[in-house]
């Protein structure tokens, strides 16, 4: 929790500075490279988080691997994570930044679960009904879901839509139990 609250920190700082400097584009470009990086390399996870490499030798890596890649506003940016001591969260601040970014502009990101994939109409569709229904801009992502025998579920934050052909029988179901309670 600490760790994650010193991480929305350092994104919120980098986000002002970028913002200032008209450069949130090219940073966020960066912070998703960052990010992807070290995801896709459990090494430079490792890197960033050991205690062992002195601050030297990770200011020289740093460069080595991305100085050709980011821009140098992003580039310092690292200089100073590391000189703090705080490289560690590298990837966290990475992840918040995006978090950060999307609040700023208004986006929210939504979770479709299906059993198979949308074509774009239909996307389209469930895409403009989610921005009306949150009032906000909506960034969907699709997994599929075979345990779903038709219809789709779609996770925005906390909140759960449930359009799956399962939830239907069930909504189905009480409706006939309900009208033969009342008749009886």
């Known amino acids: 929790m600490k760790e994650t609250r010193a991480a929305r920190r350092y994104a919120g700082a980098l986000l002002e500075l970028c ?3 008209k450069r949130v584009d090219e940073v966020a470009s960066d912070m998703r490279l960052i990010h992807d990086s070290i995801s896709s390399s459990h090494e430079l ?13 990770k ?10 890649r980011v821009n140098q ?5 690292l200089f100073l994570l590391i000189d ?3 490289e560690k969260l590298v990837d966290s601040i990475a992840v918040e930044f995006a978090v950060l970014l999307d609040q ?5 990101n939504a979770e479709l679960r299906a059993p198979f994939k949308l074509d774009e109409k239909a996307m389209s569709q469930l895409k403009e009904t989610l ?3 949150v009032r906000k801009s909506v960034r969907v992502s699709f997994s599929s879901d075979r345990a779903l025998l038709g219809g789709f579920l779609v996770q925005i934050g906390d909140t759960v839509y449930d359009g799956s052909v399962r939830r239907q029988l069930e909504i189905l179901k009480q409706q006939l139990s309900d009208e033969a309670t009342l008749r009886n």
């Open 19 to 21: 913002g200032e400097m």
């Open 84 to 86: 703090k001591g705080r």
């Open 59 to 68: 200011r020289d890596v740093i460069k080595a691997v991305f100085a050709t």
């Open 73 to 77: 506003l992003t580039l310092n940016f």
């Open 131 to 133: 921005e009306t229904l």
């Open 104 to 108: 700023l502009q208004g986006i929210v």
């Open 45 to 57: 996870y490792i890197f960033f988080k050991s205690p062992i490499i002195n601050r030297f030798r």
